[in-house]
């Protein structure tokens, strides 16, 4: 089965720097996009950043172009999020996602951006 295990969040103060992992199982890593989501509280879960099964293309949301970075290591089975100059309004749980057949998603981690 699909499994989706994200780690590495935590709390840092204003522009600071995070990575994010998140270590995939029970699918063909390298055949799928995979993307991250963050749900600040009492709002939608939104679109951070994406790629592709290769890595060559990568997207991002408008908020966190320039600051962050999606990677993967298809060796690894492993797609990551580097967040630099974070700010509080990056404050929320950081999810992975994939879809392979039907969309599935980690458990999430906190990631909490205060002075």
């Known amino acids: 089965q699909v499994q989706l295990v994200e780690s590495g969040g935590g709390l840092v103060q204003p522009g600071g720097s995070l990575r994010l992992s998140c270590a995939a199982s029970?699918?063909?890593?390298?055949?799928?996009?995979m993307s991250w989501y963050r749900q600040a509280p009492g709002k939608e879960r939104d679109f951070v950043a994406g790629?592709?099964?290769?890595?060559?293309?990568?997207k991002y949301a408008d908020s966190v172009k320039g600051r962050f970075t999606i990677s993967r290591d298809n060796a690894k089975n492993t797609v990551y999020l580097q967040m630099n100059s974070l700010k509080p309004d990056d404050t929320a749980v950081y999810y992975c996602?994939?879809?392979?057949?039907?969309?599935?998603w980690g458990q999430g981690t906190q990631v909490t951006v205060s002075s």
């Open positions: 029970g699918f063909t890593f390298s055949s799928y996009a």
């Open positions: 790629i592709s099964n290769t890595g060559p293309t990568t």
């Open positions: 996602r994939a879809f392979v057949g039907s969309i599935y």
